[in-house]
């Protein structure tokens, strides 16, 4: 067994390392560099010794924590990346009394939304075609009981399994290339 990630918040010197760990993520350097720079971004890398093996980018804005991307070096996956990266933002989300934490996912990621409902996000909706290639997101949240600071429960408000009926909405934000997975 692989002794557990370091979670440390991403820093500069990270960049480079950050970039080359999943093609998929359509985030070059400049655009880390932006993030970094931008006062609402938090986000950590998972390092085993010197290797940076994976990252999750999210923006806290107001009550809401929103996760723009996250990925585990394709070479270390199944190990508990991910996870260790969401378990050190939902702490973070709860220590702050964040309400929700909200995520869009392509219909199609199967592994993303595992990972997700392993934490206990559930679907509410789906942007119809919100992806260039015009695949569907399905927006997931977690809540807090702002009372216990515990996660709620709850069940999907959109069926998965079949095409969604939603109407078309504006497009998300593509400042962020994070957030179009
Ligand atoms: C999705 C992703 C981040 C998961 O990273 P990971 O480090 O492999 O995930 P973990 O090992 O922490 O998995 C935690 C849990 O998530 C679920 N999970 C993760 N990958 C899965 C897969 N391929 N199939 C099914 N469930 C999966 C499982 O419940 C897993 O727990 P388990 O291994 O005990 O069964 C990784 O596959 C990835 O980088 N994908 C490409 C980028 C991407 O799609 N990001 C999501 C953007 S919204």
């Not at 993520?25 to 010197?50: C, F, S, Y």
């Not at 996760?67 to 585990?72: D, L, R, Y």
């Not at 009981?145 to 399994?161: I, Q, R």
């Amino acid at each position: 067994m692989p002794a557990a990630p370091v979670i440390d918040f991403m820093r500069e010197g990270d960049v480079a390392d950050v970039a080359s760990i999943d093609e998929a993520t359509r985030m070059n350097e400049d655009q880390l560099r932006t993030e970094l720079a931008r006062t609402w971004a938090r986000t950590w890398v998972a390092r085993e010794g010197t290797d940076v093996v994976g990252y999750l980018l999210t923006w806290h804005v107001a009550d809401e924590l929103h996760v723009m991307n996250v990925a585990t070096r394709a070479d270390r996956r199944r190990r508990g990346v991910a996870r260790a990266l969401l378990d050190e933002a939902v702490a973070y989300a709860r220590d702050r009394k964040v309400k929700h934490v909200l995520l869009e996912v392509r219909r199609s990621n199967a592994a993303a939304i595992a990972l997700y409902r392993a934490f206990g996000f559930f679907a509410m909706g789906v942007r119809a075609r919100y992806y260039p290639d015009d695949e569907d997101a399905v927006e997931m949240v977690l809540l807090f009981d702002p009372a216990t600071g515990k996660t709620v429960e709850h069940e999907d408000e959109v069926k998965l399994g079949s095409p969604v009926d939603s109407p078309p909405e504006a497009p998300g934000p593509n400042s962020s290339a994070a957030a179009k997975r």
